[in-house]
T-cell receptor, first 110, second 117 residues
Framework: GENVEQHPSTLSVQEGDSAVIKCTYS??????FPWYKQELGKRPQLIID?????GEKKDQRIAVTLNKTAKHFSLHITETQPEDSAVYFC?????????FGKGTMLLVSP | GAVVSQHPSWVICKSGTSVKIECRSL??????MFWYRQFPKQSLMLMAT?????????EQGVEKDKFLINHASLTLSTLTVTSAHPEDSSFYIC?????????????FGPGTRLLVL
């Protein structure tokens, strides 16, 4: 089955810096790649997603890039703010079934 | 739009009892719902995929007789943890996907924290 690796497991940045989280997947049939933000004790919230026919997508301070050849995709957050602090999960989807990475705890210090 | 609710949010039960968790799509009809389990500081692990009107598909290693899933309508799926034991204590989260072209996108419920004493 699909295997998703996510790095780093923790990431500490200063407010205003950029943060980058990287994921790789194993199954070339995966065609949908969402990113979720989960605050402590709460539900995962979809923040951005990308489909396999697109190389890059941006939504304000958040962007995702996809390299299908290398089977990796990344989340970029610019101008980080303390409220961006949370756990971020990447996922890869085959036939609507999501496989999640292990998560990255992002801490943004004021 | 795409709001998913779960009930209860918290449940504490004695070992050996059964617990039912409800997952509802409030503003859309979900032909497919998913059940995940999340242990502290870990990722979401898919337990089963539930399709309305048919039997759930369980992931490898998930006991179907222990985790009973029913998806009787397009807006409701239930997960029953039978004969719960302390090792079943976890955060259980459901998700639902929109029908049609957006079916890959999953929207998550708020989760149910289960503590088995």
């Amino acid at each position: 089955g699909e295997n998703v690796e996510q790095h780093p497991s923790t990431l500490s940045v200063q407010e205003g810096d950029s943060a980058v989280i990287k994921c790789t997947y194993s199954d070339s049939a995966s065609n949908y790649f969402p990113w979720y933000k989960q605050e402590l004790g709460k539900r995962p919230q979809l923040i951005i997603d990308i489909r396999s026919n697109v190389g890059e997508k941006k939504d304000q301070r958040i962007a995702v890039t996809l390299n299908k050849t290398a089977k990796h995709f990344s989340l970029h957050i610019t101008e980080t703010q303390p409220e961006d602090s949370a756990v971020y999960f990447c996922a890869a989807s085959i036939y609507s079934t999501l496989t999640f990475g292990k998560g990255t705890m992002l801490l943004v210090s004021p | 739009g795409a709001v998913v609710s779960q009930h209860p949010s918290w449940v504490i039960c004695k070992s050996g009892t059964s617990v039912k968790i409800e997952c509802r799509s409030l503003d859309f009809q979900a032909t497919t719902m998913f059940w995940y389990r999340q242990f502290p500081k870990q990722s979401l692990m898919l337990m089963a995929t539930s399709n309305e009107g048919s039997k759930a598909t369980y992931e490898q290693g998930v006991e179907k007789d222990k985790f009973l899933i029913n998806h009787a309508s397009l807006t409701l799926s239930t997960l029953t943890v039978t004969s719960a034991h302390p090792e079943d204590s976890s955060f259980y989260i459901c998700s639902a996907s929109l029908p049609g072209l957006a079916r890959e996108t999953q929207y998550f419920g708020p989760g149910t924290r289960l503590l088995v004493l």
